[in-house]
């Protein structure tokens, strides 16, 4: 069976692994400095005619630092790794 080899022709999406590494690492950065955030929600209670009272709930979404910590170690492994390959 004969193959023909194509030069110069890149299949890929245009996305590196070296930059998906770089995301990884910036992303890990920002979840150590930043370690969760809050957003409010409102809900109705009642609702009469005219009269509508409603309340505001918040909510917290929070994240151990330890976890940006492992998206920069995985970071920094895609990028040694990609110049490996």
Known sequence: MYTRKLKNVN??????MKNIG?????????MMVYTGFDFITKEKVVDIGPI???K???HETK??????LLMIVGGVAIVVLDKKI
């Open 52 to 54: 509508e009272v409603n």
């Open 56 to 58: 505001e709930k918040n």
């Open 22 to 30: 770089i995301g990884f690492v910036i992303l890990g950065i920002l």
């Open 63 to 68: 994240w151990s630092p330890v976890v940006g």
């Open 11 to 16: 299949y890929s999406t245009g996305m590196s």
